[in-house]
């Protein structure tokens, strides 16, 4: 865990972004897809802190990107080559483009200057999207990860970020995994071996309500 001085370094809200994963209705919210990780992201606490991050960002100047992963309704351009693809097709609940379920879920706050990237294909909300080059167009230097899963789309996040040469931030308390306990061993044994790992707290007491964005 890193001192306070040396976390607000690495999250100095000027090159730094706050990336929401999968926080959308039909993952997370009341009517999802995957119903055993909407309740354990409800039940844990992890929605309302990325909640209360994204309204923090928003106060400190902070830019927010929400990845969100939908397919078309024809499938077209959507993987088949894994299983968990596969099954993502047959659930009663499908991303469909344009509906509901691709709309960034409650309690989380979307601000008119926050960007949203979709997706049709792949397990990253970085690799093979827009969010690289949006990235590096804002000067960020270190991407905040929260959301969901802890299982495959938080390590992928992580993983593409480092490899990309930005510094990846992990509130641990701000994202979600099935089963429950997957989560904390995944952030100990994995995400915290490339990543700084930190709290919700510890990255609020970092960023200051009312400070100018800086961005290009």
Known sequence: MPSREQLAEQIDPASTVLLTV??????VGL???LP????EARSSGALHNVARLVGAAH???VQVLHAV???RPDGRGANHNARLFRAAGRLPVQQHSGTTAVRIAEPIEVADEDLVVRRLHGLSPIA???VDALLRNLGCRTLVVTGVSANVAIPNAV?????L????VVPSDAVAGVPADYTPAMIRNTLALVATVATTDDVLGCWPAGRPRKRG
Request: aromatic share 6%; hydrophobic share 30%; with cysteine.
């Open 59 to 61: 106060e400190a100047g």
């Open 22 to 27: 999968e926080c959308q209705q039909g993952v």
């Open 165 to 168: 040469g930005y510094t990846a």
């Open 31 to 33: 009517d999802s897809a």
């Open 159 to 163: 993983f593409d970020a480092v490899n």
């Open 69 to 71: 992963a939908e397919r």
């Open 128 to 130: 093979g999207t827009d």
């Open 36 to 39: 055993e990780l909407a309740k």
